[in-house]
């Protein structure tokens, strides 16, 4: 099976500590709740569901897990860590009652800082604008004269690069992001709605194994002038422009496929249009190997818009990176004066909107190499190809 090893968390944690030392903390707690579950992940593998979590690491030893009552035994099945406590502070999430659990034991959440400190004050906290303002106060509270400090950029940086490990859970949710797509294609015909497409794409990659789909936005016809919005039941007709974007997670780690084309029979505005969008993946791929500017590439997309008279429909940068989350660091603009690095992982998002013929994106993911890149999601790398005459 493809996975992140203990072995590789055990790494993360080292480099973790490494950076606290450097930074002067004691202990460093990284928070997560079921939508923002991105660094709890990175440390510990736990996603939480409904609850919260803190996975509290000190500046030396072994990490632990600080969670909700009802999940206490899927954090045990889950969490890499073994040291695991239920805290009243990260109950569910949906509810301002508080909710009695008679057969939990409770842990204060002050015991486990104060144990992570190890006598010291100085509290790192990953994840501030993720929580609520309360949570916050909570964990700020816990502990008399705690000198609580943003640490976010820690984990910021040590998550750029990805292993060969990390690569391989990316190149699983781009092959089960594909395998979806497909049928979407399949099922964007006239007479199908919206929903039914967007449901032949998430049961497909589910049934094969994917952990979640973190979204399908769709829009087709005239709704695709939404930069971001939902499948509908609205009817597909013969000449729409189908907008889709299916992003799938595996393992954490999270692949989105989008090929923009049109159901039925295409106009010729239509297929201009669509060429612009192929044209400029197509030149994007050239500047996709370490070294290159990220600017550069930016500014080189752009161009292709830019020459056809179609810049003013371009909304925003054309990639950013992917990983535990669908949109993460790099994310370039073209002022960016940063190489592209090997072990960066990427994700193209070209795109128009706004204009007459309809509106549209592409998203491949890409790993970069020092020779150039690898494809995580090939399917929409052959079919830009092939639409784009490459």
């Known amino acids: 099976m493809i996975r992140i090893e203990k072995a590789e968390f055990e790494q993360r944690v080292r480099r973790i500590q490494e950076a606290m030392e450097r930074e002067g903390l004691d202990a460093l707690a990284v928070y997560g709740d079921e939508y923002r579950k991105e660094n709890l992940r990175y440390v510990c593998n736990f996603w939480p569901i409904f609850e919260r979590a803190a996975c ?14 009802e999940g206490e035994k899927y954090a045990r099945e889950m969490c890499v860590w073994d040291d695991i406590h239920v805290v ?47 949570i916050f106060d909570k964990i700020k509270a816990s502990v008399a004269g705690m000198d609580v400090r943003p640490a976010d950029e820690i984990l910021n940086e040590l998550r ?47 049934q094969a194994g994917a952990e979640d789909i973190n979204f399908t936005v769709m829009g087709t016809g005239p709704r695709t002038a939404t930069v971001i919005g939902r499948p509908v039941n609205r009817v597909i007709e013969d000449g729409d422009m189908v907008m889709a974007s299916f992003a799938v997670q595996y393992e ?22 669509l060429d612009a ?12 190997h370490a070294g290159v500017i990220a600017g550069e590439m930016v500014r080189a997309v752009r161009t292709v818009f830019r020459k056809r008279k179609l810049d003013k429909y371009d909304v925003y940068p054309p990639m950013h990176g992917i990983g535990l989350a669908e949109a993460e660091r790099p994310y370039p603009d073209e002022k960016a004066t940063y190489p592209l690095r090997a072990g960066m992982c990427v994700n193209s998002d070209i795109s128009l909107f706004g204009h ?35």
């Open 56 to 69: 509290v690491i000190p500046r030396s030893g072994v990490p632990v897990l600080a969670g909700g009552a």
């Open 88 to 134: 009243k502070e990260f109950a569910c999430v949906s509810v301002a009652e508080e909710i009695d659990f008679p057969l939990a034991t409770f842990t204060p959440l002050s015991d486990i800082l104060k144990d992570a400190m190890g006598g010291g004050k100085r509290l790192g906290l990953v994840g501030v604008t993720d929580m609520p303002g309360p």
């Open 160 to 206: 750029v690069i990805k292993t060969q490990a990390e690569i391989a859970c990316l190149r699983e949710a781009g092959r089960l992001a594909c395998l979806g797509y497909e049928e979407l294609m399949a099922a964007c015909v006239p007479g199908n709605t919206e929903l039914q497409a967007a449901g032949a794409a998430e049961g497909a990659a589910r």
């Open 252 to 273: 954490g780690y999270v692949a989105t496929a989008e090929f923009p084309f049109v159901a039925g029979n295409a106009s010729g505005e239509q297929k201009r249009f």
């Open 277 to 288: 969008l192929f044209a400029a993946a197509n030149e994007q791929l050239k500047y996709l």
């Open 356 to 390: 007459p013929a309809g509106s549209n994106r592409i998203e491949e993911g890409f790993a970069i190499t020092a020779e150039g890149c690898e494809s995580l999601t090939p399917t929409i790398r052959a079919l830009c190809a092939k639409a784009g005459g490459v």
